[in-house]
């Protein structure tokens, strides 16, 4: 049996080469949708003294993934304090294809305590699908900070 498919394969290279290249194309899109979509923690601890300094997209999902609790490999702390350090825009992690922003401080549990320092800059194309949903923004509900 095992003539046969080693002359199978012999006799359809072609087939053989696809099948590689489409995996190879597979995984190089996997690794590339992962890191769109995974938050990526940034430098700083999050505390009054050291914030959160937010750079890119990835890192300021992270924050609200810390705010929020809404991972369970990430401690959730409300009272976390960050630094946005230059614009950032928001297409890479929501839009129509790819859903809403979920708020920093989305509901009574979640609500955001901290201090975030947007330091001027812009964070653009912020694609929110729940009009009809209170607390809906870039911050959801926001108590003392």
Wanted: proline share 3%.
């Amino acid at each position: 049996m095992a003539c046969r498919v080693s002359s199978y394969f012999k006799h359809d290279r072609g087939m053989v080469k696809l099948i590689l290249r489409i995996n190879v194309v597979i995984m190089l899109l996997w690794g590339c949708v992962s890191q769109i979509f995974a938050s990526v923690k940034p430098q700083g601890d999050g505390s009054k003294d050291c914030p959160f300094r937010i750079t890119k997209p990835a890192e300021l999902q992270y924050f609200a993934a810390v705010v929020n609790g809404s991972d369970d490999n990430i401690p959730q702390n409300r009272d976390a304090c960050a630094v946005l350090m230059n614009d950032i825009d928001l297409s890479a992690v929501c839009g129509k294809t790819l859903g809403s922003w979920i708020p920093i401080g989305y509901t009574e549990e979640t609500s955001f305590h901290g201090v975030f320092d947007g330091r001027n800059h812009r964070i653009d194309n912020i694609y929110i699908n729940k009009a009809s949903q209170m607390g809906q923004g870039l911050f959801g509900i926001v108590r003392k900070g």
